[in-house]
T-cell receptor, first 110, second 116 residues
Framework: QKEVEQNSGPLSVPEGAIASLNCTYSDRGSQSFFWYRQYSGKSPELIMSIYSNGDKEDGRFTAQLNKASQYVSLLIRDSQPSDSATYLCAVLERADGLTFGKGTHLIIQP | DGGITQSPKYLFRKEGQNVTLSCEQNLNHDAMYWYRQDPGQGLRLIYYSQIVNDFQKGDIAEGYSVSREKKESFPLTVTSAQKNPTAFYLC???????????????FGSGTRLTVV
């Protein structure tokens, strides 16, 4: 059974600090990795994708991938209250598409 | 603007009733997916379709049915056989042959189904 694991949280971070979200996956052959943000009652929206080892930066967001450790993370710099949401990690592990983690609930404290 | 439209936004089902959730996309995507999300849970795959007139069961297909007669449309029917249908249902799509690997999925806004 292919799995994507995330700490459910809640993860509480002060405004302006760095939020660090982590995800592990089971399939060593996985090639594509995504982070989605989901506000309460809304659908997920894609915020980052990463395909090779290392860091990928987009504005305040940085995705990090370590295939040897089967680990992917998302860093949010200068956290804002509007970043409070559930963050879903998704990995292309299966022939039928993406496998999603259960998500980490992030709370940014003003 | 291209996107995925799900309707209705809220749906109430009586015991023993079948209901159909609509999903329409104008992104010219070949692959479409249905997920169910329960509180505190991740997305669980119900059905997916990679091409017109073809679809496959996901992890939790029992009590659900789908059709894919047109590229743009992938309706989901929640049958009376689904004993616990109250959940948030999400439709998604991706580019042909990609399985979401290069560009991820685009999601609709969801349908919240409640049994009354």
């Amino acid at each position: 059974q292919k799995e994507v694991e995330q700490n459910s949280g809640p993860l509480s971070v002060p405004e302006g600090a760095i939020a660090s979200l982590n995800c592990t996956y089971s399939d060593r052959g996985s090639q594509s990795f995504f982070w989605y943000r989901q506000y309460s009652g809304k659908s997920p929206e894609l915020i980052m994708s990463i395909y090779s080892n290392g860091d990928k930066e987009d504005g305040r967001f940085t995705a990090q991938l370590n295939k040897a450790s089967q680990y992917v993370s998302l860093l949010i710099r200068d956290s804002q209250p509007s970043d409070s949401a559930t963050y879903l990690c998704a990995v292309l592990e299966r022939a039928d598409g993406l496998t999603f983690g259960k998500g980490t609930h992030l709370i940014i404290q003003p | 603007d291209g996107g995925i439209t799900q309707s209705p936004k809220y749906l109430f089902r009586k015991e023993g009733q079948n209901v159909t959730l609509s999903c329409e996309q104008n992104l010219n995507h070949d692959a479409m997916y249905w997920y169910r999300q329960d509180p505190g849970q991740g997305l669980r795959l119900i059905y997916y379709s990679q091409i017109v007139n073809d679809f496959q069961k996901g992890d939790i297909a029992e009590g659900y049915s789908v059709s894919r007669e047109k590229k743009e449309s992938f309706p989901l029917t929640v049958t009376s056989a689904q004993k616990n249908p109250t959940a948030f249902y999400l439709c998604a799509s991706s580019i042909e042959g990609d399985r979401g690997g290069n560009y991820g999925y685009t999601f609709g806004s969801g349908t919240r189904l409640t049994v009354v």
